[in-house]
């Protein structure tokens, strides 16, 4: 198929479906065949503009869309994206490369958040105390912002955006999405369930692009939030943007997770487990382990590590049995062999080395198969950077004290995790440790709905997170009200110049 002929991704205005009237394209490809699927458009100005009208004017009549009407429009949401499960999953699977299975995941985890966002009645309760004062009671309501907007990485294309909108408007705010270029079939897929689950025109828009319309949503003057995840430099910079002019900002960025493993954790499940989140997603996870740190005697697993690594079936993601994909690009690939050479060259040894692996029938795919570092030093540049590929970097210490330091000194903060028995070592790890996510015999510890996601240090901007109460604060403004009713049938009292009230 030419260029010229690849369907294009429509852009979301006003409840249309309409076609970019841009020169700009980029093409989304199969990441395991290299087969073009369709092109993106790098939204114009207007269509930016006419995104955020529509979204503003929607606003006026959203904003006091009752909580029963908001609620059941999420649970129809959740219904059709239940029934579309496996279609959504495998688009996701052609454009972005994880296996099925992964995909399913993919959708089901932001399916929760689709959940919650149907539960807004009782997510978006204000408080109130009675008699504050004689006859004064003091009440807050959370009310929505106006226009939000949301700007989406390529490795979770259903989760993420799901993880923005659905919050976003159930608390009363309309949106602008604005999805990875690399991957936004999946998410349009969405994108369309949402609005035949009732979500009215206006209240949500989509506009595709990169840094120009990144950086337009950031400067619109009617914007009022800004959802960013993404990497470090990104998010650093759509933080600064944002706050500047006056909006508010969450941003979710990169990752370097490190997993301790103690000697006295069940070797085989440990294993199994690091293996699952070292290279599951070829690595490509926000989660994803990318290091590991063995404790003392445990490092003499390293072998078996390796091995079952090796045993890993790396293939096109809708093949069965596949373990892991090819990751997302030919340059992203370029990017990851050119680091783990790096590594070599800093003196690190290759235990497993995926550079040259086959992959029968998918030979121009752009995959990696597991690779595995050992002797692996903090000023090594494989560790210093998010490799964001099926390669793990594993070091040794000594101590439970020298992993936590080293953690710590890391400057990201995302997820952690560590492997033991012991209850005491385990509760010493989550006091100690300076990271958002932990992991305590569980290695990619991403928390349900119930709570937020959350991130310290470089791994985040601003102070709430996505999803989950924090998100409900994050999507609304509180407004303290402190009200007296007069009781006329007793006289008044003399006038009150003080600010005490009686
Ligand atoms: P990215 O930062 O390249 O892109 C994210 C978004 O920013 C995309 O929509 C992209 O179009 C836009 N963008 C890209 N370059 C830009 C620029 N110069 N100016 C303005 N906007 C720009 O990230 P990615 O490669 O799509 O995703 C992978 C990264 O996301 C990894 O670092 C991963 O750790 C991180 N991530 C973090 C979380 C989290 O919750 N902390 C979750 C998922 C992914």
Same mark, same amino acid.
């Given at each position: 198929m030419s260029a010229e002929n690849a369907p294009s991704v429509p852009l979301l205005i006003d409840g249309k479906l309409v076609q970019s009237r841009t020169s700009q394209w980029r093409e989304i490809r199969n990441p395991a065949t290299q087969e073009l699927l369709a092109r993106v458009p790098l939204s114009t100005p207007e269509e930016l503009n006419a995104a955020v009208a529509s979204a503003a004017k929607a606003f006026k009549t959203w904003r006091n869309a009752p909580i029963g009407t908001r609620a059941r429009i999420f649970l129809k949401y959740q219904q059709l994206i239940r029934e579309n499960?496996?279609?959504?999953?495998?688009?996701?699977?052609?454009?972005?490369?994880?296996?099925?299975?992964?995909?399913?995941?993919d959708v089901f985890r932001g399916l929760e958040v689709v959940e919650q966002a149907a539960n807004i009645g009782t997510m978006q309760l204000g408080e109130l105390a009675r008699n504050v004062a004689t006859g004064v009671d003091t009440y807050t309501l959370l009310q929505p912002l106006g226009v939000c907007a949301g700007i989406t990485p390529f490795n979770f294309p259903a989760m993420i955006p799901l993880w923005m909108f659905p919050t976003a408007i159930s608390c009363g705010n309309t949106f602008v999405l604005k999805p990875s270029e690399q991957d936004p079939l999946s998410t349009m897929k969405l994108v369309e369930l949402a609005m035949q689950a009732g979500i009215p025109p206006g209240v949500l828009n989509v506009v595709h692009g990169t840094e120009e319309v990144v950086n337009g949503l950031c400067d619109h003057p009617d914007i009022k939030a800004i959802s960013f995840v993404g990497s470090t430099r990104v998010g650093n910079h759509v933080y600064h943007r944002a706050i500047k002019s006056g909006k508010r900002a969450q941003c979710m960025m990169g990752a370097k997770n490190h997993v301790v493993v103690m000697p006295d954790a069940p070797k085989e499940q440990t294993l199994n487990a690091l293996i699952g989140a070292g290279f599951g997603a070829a690595g490509q996870r926000c989660m994803a382990t990318s290091v590991v740190i063995f404790v003392g005697e445990s490092a003499n697993w390293i072998p078996d590590f390796a091995r079952k690594a090796q045993a890993l079936k790396v293939s096109a993601g809708h093949e069965p049995g596949a373990d892991l994909g090819p990751v997302i690009s030919r340059s992203a690939k370029q990017r990851i062999l050119g680091l783990i050479e790096e590594g070599l060259a800093q003196g690190a040894k290759l235990e497993l080395d995926g550079r040259n692996g086959k992959v029968a029938g998918y030979e121009a795919g752009n995959f990696i198969l597991?690779?595995?570092?050992?002797?692996?030093?903090?000023?090594?540049?494989?560790?210093?950077?998010? %490799?964001?590929? =099926? !390669?793990?970097?594993?070091?040794?210490?000594?101590?439970?004290?020298?992993?936590?330091?080293?953690?710590?000194?890391n400057p990201h903060g995302n997820g952690t995790g560590i492997f033991t028995?012991?209850?005491?070592?385990?509760?010493?790890?989550?006091?100690?440790?300076?990271?958002?996510?932990?992991?305590?015999?569980?290695? %990619?510890?991403? =928390? !349900?709905?119930?709570?937020?996601f959350t991130g310290s240090r470089a791994s985040k901007l601003g102070d709430l997170g996505p999803y989950g109460k924090q998100a409900v604060l994050f999507y609304t403004q509180t407004k303290t009200v402190t009200s007296r009713w007069f009781d006329e049938t007793v006289e008044s009292g003399a006038v009150n110049t003080t600010i005490s009230m009686r």
């Open positions: 499960m496996k279609e959504i999953a495998a688009v996701l699977t052609s454009e972005q490369g994880k296996t099925l299975a992964d995909a399913e995941g597991p690779t595995l570092f050992s002797g692996v030093k903090p000023e090594m540049k494989i560790y210093e950077e998010e %490799i964001f590929g =099926p !390669v793990l970097c594993t070091l040794s210490v000594p101590t439970l004290d020298d992993a936590i330091e080293l953690i710590n000194r028995r012991s209850g005491g070592v385990a509760r010493k790890f989550q006091e100690e440790i300076d990271v958002g996510q932990v992991g305590i015999n569980v290695p %990619i510890p991403v =928390p !349900v709905p119930l709570f937020s």
